[in-house]
């Protein structure tokens, strides 16, 4: 009677994935979707506590029951992952689909304070953990890759380039950074473009790191790593960049963030926001919220020109590259695929876990449309201190490749 | 007694215009600005009903006062167009300003009959009045001008190139065109990228010349001119391009235009709209509303998303040029000036001087920032058929210029 049950709710769960190419089973010998050697992947749930969970909240409890073995995932995990995706999308708004907005992260409270322990629990992990997986400069955001063959430490150095040369960086031009990460970007933009940077960043461990890179690399003086709150940006800059922050700052401080911009950008200044977005807006992951993202939101263009309209900035070019960050994240799971006992060791398994599926889930979002990637450059509303074309940005590619300003002077 | 009312007004009136170089003077001795041999223009208002009406609704009787000679302007309109525009915005908000937005127009009605009515106002002037100024392909729309000093011609083939280019089109390529003004883009896709065309438009006039030019080019198989709504655009497409329509959609309709959109663009499709746009919500100029455009409303790109956003569809590329829109509006007032004799025989004074104003008071807009002009590029939010990078917008600059599809082949 009781595995009728099972068996009937399996059903119901696979028809509502939109009956994807993976094999589903349960203890016991249950099983739904394509045979073994036809599946792209098989999971496999334990015990009914587990189903029975992943019942009321798909999105949490897929994710937590992954993270702590009850749930075992075997062949290509992203593929997996874009499946069920596309299969939730395009099935009409069923159960499931509604369990996982019912469930759906709430607004956070970004507030100075709540920032710094949000920003804190993600990238304060450990300076060590995020060298294993991401490129030699330590970029977590968004590659830039010339072709899809590109190498993942070319692309970043290329993504470095494309963000200075939207902005046309000019020797002796004061730029300041909101959310520097490891300080690769303003290092960057010192050594090849002449700039002077304040960048502004609240994890500790990064700015620490940056702070060592700045000495080491002998940009101490045209690079300055600020512990602070982008809200306490002091002073008045040529430029304006931030790449990966604004998905921390939550929509409600966007008016907030665009009243800084015009408070610290000169009136014939540029600025350049690169950041996570949706074509719709949808609350955050519950799964990715609560144990990777802590106050994160990803907004659509819509909701961006919070910050752009009441100041009266002009929007002067977006660019989309989400597949990029679908590449770039793929260039990720590979090399954490080969650390993962280093990783063991430092945290745990279910740590390991946690964050292949972070990883894993994170491509799939890209690469079937859940998530964009822009790049908004903008400037004073009156201002005409803008680029003519965009040919700039493309006919300096190998120019500026491996030059330093000092060379182009 | 009266003339020290008509002096303090005046003075009123300059110092709400922020001051700006020209010289304004009344009928009498009365006047204020610069001496003549500084100003860089002279208004002069011949009666005191023409400078207390201007004293209710600036916007509206400034532009029927000058096209019905009750005040004249001499020197450089563009120029003190400019600086009124920028006086205006840079004072607080003033007597003048608030009288402006008081008498902004009000949203118009663009149904389907709504739309046609307005749309034969413009469009249906005649084609031998748009000859006159327009360049020799008759496009009305902003150019793109590789370099400032390109020509007026050259730029508005390279803008069909720059928005053929940013559509990927390939021979077999079916596109929807909506609002397709005398055809000009239409027949430059078919001839020069080997795609067919279905190019909607209701002004019967352009029609007209559009399906003439389509024979005389021998296009009339590839390309078929419908003279319609394009809520009534019908089938699935590969492509749906819109270059200056937008305009006259109104807001309210957006939703719709996008629903129409989602409706006739396949699941792998691509789509641009070029459009005059804002920084910020305005209401459009009374005078021009009232005079030139009736039903016209350049939106932001915040309401410009509610085409986008409900259907599901990725941004791809937004770019803003604005400065574009001015230079070409500079070449049109040339050609206009030269040949304003004719333009008298076909209409009359006053015409000549209203669209004057209307072309100046345009340059000057989009020279101060008050008018933006958007590209949006966009796809159906789960196709993967999205440009790798833009490069080949502009890498293939020189290679499509003069090459047909034919030659490419």
């Known amino acids: 009677m009781i595995a009728k049950f099972d068996s009937w709710l399996l059903k119901k769960i696979y028809q509502a994935l939109g009956k994807p190419p993976y094999l589903i089973s349960l203890w016991g010998d249950i099983q739904i979707g394509p045979s073994h050697a036809k599946a792209i992947a098989h999971v496999h749930i334990k015990q009914r506590r587990t189903l029975l969970r992943i019942c009321i909240n798909p999105e949490l409890y897929f994710g937590e029951a992954y993270s702590k ?22 099935s009409k708004r069923n159960w499931l689909q509604k369990l996982i907005v019912t469930w759906q992260a709430r607004p956070c409270n970004n507030s100075i304070t709540g920032s710094k322990k949000h920003i804190h629990q993600h990238y304060d992990l450990g300076n060590d953990f995020y060298r294993l997986w991401l490129d030699d400069k ?3 955001t968004c590659a830039y890759y010339p072709t899809p063959e590109s190498e993942l430490s070319h692309a970043q150095t290329e993504k470095m380039h494309h963000v200075a040369r939207k902005l046309q960086l000019k020797p002796g031009d004061n730029v ?3 959310g520097c990460g490891w300080g690769s970007l303003a290092l960057h933009m010192a050594k090849h473009y002449g700039v002077t940077v304040k960048a502004y ?14 000495k080491l690399q002998g940009l101490d003086d045209k690079v300055e790593f600020i512990e602070d709150d982008y809200r306490n940006i002091k002073g008045q800059h040529d430029v304006f960049v931030s790449v990966g922050m604004l998905e921390h700052v939550g929509v409600n401080n966007f008016r907030e963030l665009g009243d800084v911009i015009a408070r610290c ?39 961006a020109m919070e910050i752009f309209e009441p100041n009266n900035f002009s929007v002067i070019d977006v660019e989309n590259i989400r597949l990029h960050y679908a590449l770039t994240l793929l260039h990720w799971l590979e090399k954490y695929e080969q650390n993962t006992d280093q990783v063991e060791a430092m945290f745990d398994e279910q740590f390991v876990r946690a964050w292949r599926l972070y990883l894993a889930g ?25 680029s003519w074309t965009r040919e700039h940005i493309y006919s300096s590619l190998e120019k500026t490749d491996e030059a330093s300003w000092k060379n182009v002077m």
């Not at 000169?266 to 926001?273: C, E, M, T, V």
């Open 201 to 214: 960043n609240i994890s500790h461990q990064q700015i620490l790191h940056a702070r060592e890179q700045a």
């Open 362 to 386: 994170s491509i799939a979002s890209f690469s079937v449309g859940a998530l964009q990637l822009f790049q908004i450059v903008f400037s004073p509303g009156r201002s005409n201190n803008i």
């Open 138 to 140: 330590m970029l977590y």
């Open 69 to 90: 073995g009850d749930l075992t995932l075997t062949g290509d995990l992203v593929k997996l992952l874009e499946h069920t995706y596309r299969g939730i999308a395009s």
């Open 265 to 303: 950008l000169k009136p014939d200044g540029r600025g350049l926001i690169h950041s996570i977005g949706r074509n719709q807006p949808v609350r955050m992951n519950a799964w990715i919220e609560r144990h990777i993202f802590p106050g994160a939101y990803p907004p659509t263009i819509r909701e």
């Open 176 to 178: 300041v950074e909101a």
